[in-house]
């Protein structure tokens, strides 16, 4: 950031002043030499960072739905040596937007910008850890560079360790630590962050369960601009039978960019709720949610490949769109792969099944949990584990997501 600073004329108000001091009159001099305006200098207003009005640009493309607009405004801002244009473009990489998924070029853009003192570029890094994307999993490097963004004033980074509390990724289980964190990313301006303290209120982690006061975080948090957000205010009346205010609010959600809104408004064609029941407009809508990125859309497109709901039924294409949903981090494509070895949509294979119900469990799906405690308890893909089977029932008792 670049600091306003303007140059003073003269001593502070209210001290005796005889005029510029002598530096300052050389420099009035020199100034009208040229035919400049010593008021210019106190009129120049403090500059931009590198690049500020293309990633404005590319941040309103990309919330369009114009990737490859927004991949080109990203790469223009990271040329002009933006940090966060370099993070931006990095994400583009990380999310296919514009341009096809490659996790090391993201990576690369990630690293230049982390160098160039981006906080957000820091926290993307983080995520790559975190998510296993082009690396390998390790939860204790995602904290440490959402600890180095959150000290560069990121508000995602530090919404990035408030996740590692509460998934217990890289840190303890920590409740409280974990809404404390969120907080400061949502008094950063992060809208997502907004979005996670309304969660927390929402499933009573760490906080008594409180309906208004995580409907009130939620509307913050779309007021900030964050589709996911808006996701959120559209569930909310979801679970209320309320599907006209849901379809709303979901598409708020896809105006702003979000693949999650874009896959939710796919699920009310799929089941016809407030609309005309419309696989098409479904499968439409879950392909959105997929090029914006949203490992949930790709799932559900693989549901409709295995269900044969407006398309013919094809197994390949279902693995195809669920193995798009894990690498994108999808809880429900990982369980949903699991199910498939499982349950002979693939070639059975149960211990593989046990492998994608771990990564599920480690992502937090409580159906993975209960996928395991059930593979210990009768010994399907592993040595059976009365023990165990108990411990995997334990925590998907307590784990708030499916």
């Known amino acids: 950031m670049v600091a306003n600073v303007t140059p003073r004329f003269g001593d502070a108000p209210g001290r005796a002043s005889r005029g510029p001091v002598p530096w300052l009159a050389g420099a009035i001099v020199m100034l009208l030499a040229v035919g400049a305006s010593p008021l210019a200098v106190r009129a120049s207003p403090p500059q931009p960072p590198p690049g500020a009005a293309t990633i404005a640009r590319g941040m309103a493309a990309k919330n369009s739905g114009q990737y490859g607009r927004a991949l080109a405004d990203f790469r223009h801002s990271a040329a002009a040596g933006s940090g966060r244009g370099m993070a931006w473009l990095g994400w583009s990489y990380q999310?296919?937007?514009?341009?096809?998924?490659?996790?090391?070029?993201?990576?690369?853009?990630?690293?230049?910008?982390?160098?160039?003192?981006s906080g957000l570029a820091m926290s993307n890094i983080g995520s790559l850890y975190r998510n296993g994307q082009g690396v390998p999993v390790d939860y204790a490097k995602a904290v440490k560079w959402f600890r180095k963004g959150a000290a560069?004033?990121?508000?995602?980074?530090?919404?990035?360790?408030?996740?590692?509390?509460?998934?217990?990724q890289g840190l303890p289980v920590n409740y409280a630590k974990?809404?404390?964190?969120?907080?400061?990313?949502?008094?950063?301006?992060?809208?997502?962050?907004?979005?996670r303290v309304g969660q927390m209120y929402k499933n009573g982690m760490g906080v008594?369960?409180?309906?208004?006061?995580?409907?009130?975080?939620?509307?913050?948090?779309?007021a900030a601009g964050s589709g996911r957000a808006m996701v959120g205010v559209g569930r909310f009346f979801e679970h209320r039978w309320d599907y006209a205010k849901a379809m709303k609010w979901f598409r708020k959600g896809a105006a702003a960019g979000s693949g999650r809104a874009m896959a939710d408004i796919g699920f009310l064609y799929r089941f016809g709720q407030s609309v005309p029941q419309d696989y098409a407009k479904a499968m439409k809508w879950f392909r959105k949610g997929a090029a914006a990125g949203s490992g949930e859309a790709m799932a559900a497109v693989g549901d409709l490949y295995a269900g044969g709901f407006g398309v013919p039924v094809d197994n390949a294409k279902e693995m195809q769109w669920y193995r798009r949903g894990a690498a994108a981090g999808s809880r429900t494509a990982m369980v949903s792969i699991a199910a498939m070895y499982d349950l002979?949509?693939?070639?059975?294979?149960?211990?593989?099944?046990?492998?994608?119900?771990?990564?599920?469990?480690?992502?937090?799906?409580?159906?993975a949990m209960q996928g395991?405690?059930?593979?210990?308890?009768?010994?399907?893909?592993?040595?059976?584990?009365?023990?165990?089977?108990?411990?995997?029932?334990?925590?998907?008792?307590?784990?708030?997501?499916?």
């Open 208 to 222: 008594p369960v409180d309906h208004a006061k995580a409907m009130d975080w939620y509307r913050k948090g779309a």
């Open 95 to 117: 999310r296919g937007l514009g341009v096809a998924v490659d996790y090391a070029r993201a990576m690369k853009w990630y690293r230049k910008g982390a160098a160039a003192g």
């Open 344 to 367: 002979g949509g693939a070639p059975g294979d149960h211990a593989k099944a046990v492998k994608w119900y771990r990564k599920g469990a480690a992502a937090g799906s409580k159906l």
């Open 152 to 168: 560069a004033g990121s508000g995602e980074a530090m919404c990035g360790i408030g996740t590692s509390y509460q998934n217990g």
């Open 178 to 195: 974990a809404m404390k964190w969120y907080r400061k990313g949502a008094a950063a301006g992060i809208g997502v962050a907004m979005c």
């Open 372 to 402: 395991l405690s059930f593979a210990y308890s009768v010994g399907l893909g592993v040595a059976k584990n009365p023990r165990k089977a108990a411990e995997w029932s334990a925590a998907a008792d307590k784990a708030p997501h499916r």
